[in-house]
C-alpha cells in the first residue's frame, strides 16, 4: 500500500523516476476509492483488468513524451470512455460508447490511465450535486453539505485523493462551484479550448470540458495536453497555451463593488472573500470596484429562450416518451424550453449581443476578475427543502461567465472563520488562462494551499523560465505599456503575457516626452564611447508573433520597436524613441524607470 503517496504530478512523476511500479498506484488508487465508502462518488468504475492493459501500454517512464504518464484520473459520466456506460445521470438515456470523447483520447495518449465515470446532476442541469437517481457523493468537509455539481463526483473525487485529476463539464458553473465547495482548484476553459465530441451537451454553444486538480500547475498542465482542436468539433479553435509562469508585478482586479456583492447573509463567506483581496493587493494586484449587477443581468439570459430550448433538443425525446425518466427538478427547469418561441430566442441573442457590447470595455480595463466562487453554503436539508433557489443562488458569480465568454479558475483560499474552505474565481478574457494560472498558482501558494481533505503539502513545481514560447517574441516595454499602467491593456487584448521584470544594459538614457496623455517615456540609447549611460527598468512580456503586426500598428512616433540590450548581456524587441522626438522632453535618467519618475510626484 502506499497510503502517504501523494498524486500530485510532480510528486507521483519523482516517484516514479525512482522506481515506483505504476501497477502499484493504481492498486492504491483502488484501495482509496473503497476505503473513502461513498457509492455517489462513481457511476462505473473500469474493471482492474482494463486499467492494468492501460498501464501496460505506457511504455518506459517518460514524462516528456507523455507529460501525464502513469497518472489516475476520472471523468464525469456525460464523457464518454470506450465500451464504458455513459448515463448522465439518467438510467433510461444510458448507451455504451463506442470510442472515448476526443479528449479523453488525447489524455490517455498522454499517459494519464482512467479509472471510472463519476456522479453529476442529471444531464449537467444543476449546481447543487444532488439532483441524481444515484446516492448524492458527500462534501468532503462535511456530509450535510451539498457537494456542488453539476459536476459532483470529479471535484470529490480529487478532493479526496482518489485521483490526479478529473474531468466535469461547465456550462453555468458546473467546473467551478463543486470546486470550491470541496477545496480545490477548478479550472473552466475558454469555450472551444477542449473538444466536446463524444461529450454529451447541456448547452452545446456554452459548453465546455473542465478539469478539477489540487494544484494550479496540474489543472494547467492537464489543459495544456488536452488544448487540440478536433476536425469533428466545429466549436473548438486554437487558444494559446504557453508554460506556466510568474504573475505581473502589477495588475488591476475588477471585482464586485459591495452593494453587488451577494453573500445572502454569509459573513464568514465575506470575511474570506475580503481576505482573498488583501492576498491579491499584497501580490500586486489593484482592486477596482465595479457594479457586477449589468452581469447578473447577462446571468439571468442562461435560463431564458434560446439556452433552456438548447437544454431541450438532449432530452426531447425522452421526455417526450418518458418524463418521469427525468429528475423532478431537472424536468421542472428543462420543461420551461416548452414556453418560448423561436421568436424568443432570436430576441434573446440579440439582447446578449447588447449586453456583450456594453461590459466588453468594463472587462477590458482589467486584467482579470474576481468574484467569490459561490455567494454561500447550502445543506442537503436546504435542498429537501427548496430544491430550485438554492442552486440559482450557487450560481450568482458563475452564470455569466460562459455566455461572456470568458475563461474562470476555481481557487481555494484561507478557511473561512467556520472552518469551512474559502475560493475564489478568477476570469479573465477568451484565451487568457496563462494570466489566470499565473497569479492563481501564485495565490494559492501564498495562502498554504488547501488541497482538499489530502492534507498533501502542495507539490514543488518550478515555473517555466521566463522565455517567450515558440509562436511569441519577447518584447520590452519601458512605461504605459508595464503591467498596471494606461497602455497595458494594448499588450494583454492581444495575447501579451508578463515574463519577468529586468533592466537595460546601462547604454540608455529616459526622456518624458511633451504631449500627451497618456504620459509616455522615451528610451534613447547613447553612442558605443560616450559616458551618461544609466540602467533603465523595464518589463519583458511575450506577444505571440502573430499579433506583433496589430501591436506595432498602435504605436505612434516618435516611437517604434527596435533592438534593447538588457543587462545580461541578451537583446530583445523593445520601445525605442526616435532622437527628433525629444524636443520639449524632460529628462528622467536619474530615476532609473518610469514607475520610479511616477511614484517620486
Known sequence: MLPDQSFQIADLHTAYAAGLDPDAVMDETFRRIAAADDPGIFLHLLDRDDVAAQVAKLGPFDPVAKPLWGL????????????????????????????????????????AVLIGKTNLDQFATGLVGVRTPYPVPRNVFDPKLVPGGSSSGSAVAVARGLVTFALGTDTAGSGRVPAGLNGIIGLKPTLGALSNTGVVPACRTLDTVSVFALSVADAYGVFAVASRQDPDDAYTRPVPVPPLGLPASRFIVGVPDERSRPFYGDRNQAIAFEAALENLSAMGGSIFEIDFTPFYDVAEMLYEGAWVAERHTVVQDLMDRDPEALHPATRQVIARAEAFSATDAFRGFYRLQDMRRDLAPVIAGCDLLCVPTMPTYYSLADLAEDPITPNNRLGTYTNFVNLLDLCGLAVPTRPRPDGLPGSVTLLARAGHESTLAAVGAAMHRRRGGQTGTTGWPLAPVNPAPPGPAADEVAVAAVGAHMAGLPLNGQLTRLGGRFLYAGSTAPRYRL??????????????????????????????????RARLADFMAGIPQPLGLGTVS?????????FICEPAGLAGAQDITEFGGWRAFLDSR
Not at 504620459?519 to 553612442?527: D, F, K, N, Q, T
Open 566 to 574: 538588457l543587462e545580461d548581456g541578451t537583446a530583445v524587441t523593445g
Open 511 to 544: 526622456y518624458r516626452l511633451a504631449g500627451g496623455p497618456p504620459e509616455r517615456p522615451g528610451l534613447v540609447r547613447i553612442p558605443d564611447g560616450e559616458d551618461g549611460g544609466s540602467a533603465i527598468a523595464l518589463e519583458v512580456w511575450a506577444l505571440p
Open 72 to 111: 489516475p484520473f476520472a471523468i464525469k459520466d456525460n464523457i464518454d470512455a470506450a465500451g464504458a456506460p455513459t448515463t448522465a445521470a439518467c438510467p433510461a438515456f444510458t448507451y455504451t460508447a463506442e470510442k472515448d470523447a476526443f479528449v479523453v483520447k488525447v489524455l490517455k495518449a498522454a499517459g
